[in-house]
């Protein structure tokens, strides 16, 4: 028979190996999220016939793809990283525009759509001519 500490010690094992799984899975695109700095290239809204397609109920919520950007940013290296988002903020952003964002990778286990990121958030944005790009 196994001693209590033994026993204590494997339990207290599975509990963190099941709280670190369950943290993993449910966090993965903030762990592994990734913060770029460079120049937008292109910023494209949704179209105005997809966002027309709208509840008038007044208890609807608004449709989130009325306010869907894809989004084109161009670091130092040459590399352009897009990704989806649906944050307001970008709608004030054009081309041209230096930025610093944060992008969220989804979950390799999403096989239609692993590599790829979403949920792009505009953390800071400047007039490129002004100052330099900071990493």
Do not use: H
């Amino acid at each position: 028979m196994a001693s209590p500490k033994r026993s204590l010690f494997i339990f207290s094992l599975v509990v963190v190996l099941c709280a670190a799984t369950f943290v993993y899975f449910r966090f993965y695109p903030y762990l592994f999220s990734i913060t770029l700095t460079g120049k937008i290239e292109k910023i494209e809204r949704v179209q105005i016939n997809v966002s027309l397609m709208q509840s008038t109920s007044p208890n609807d919520k608004i449709n989130p793809e009325l306010y869907s950007f894809a989004v084109a940013i161009q670091t130092d290296d040459g590399r352009i990283w897009t990704a989806s988002a649906e944050d307001r903020q970008w709608a004030s952003i054009s081309p041209g525009i230096c930025v610093k964002a944060k992008y969220f990778p989804y979950a390799p286990w999403r096989l239609d759509k692993s590599g790829t990121y979403f949920g792009a958030r505009l953390l800071e944005a400047w007039d490129c001519s002004t100052r330099q790009n900071t990493k």
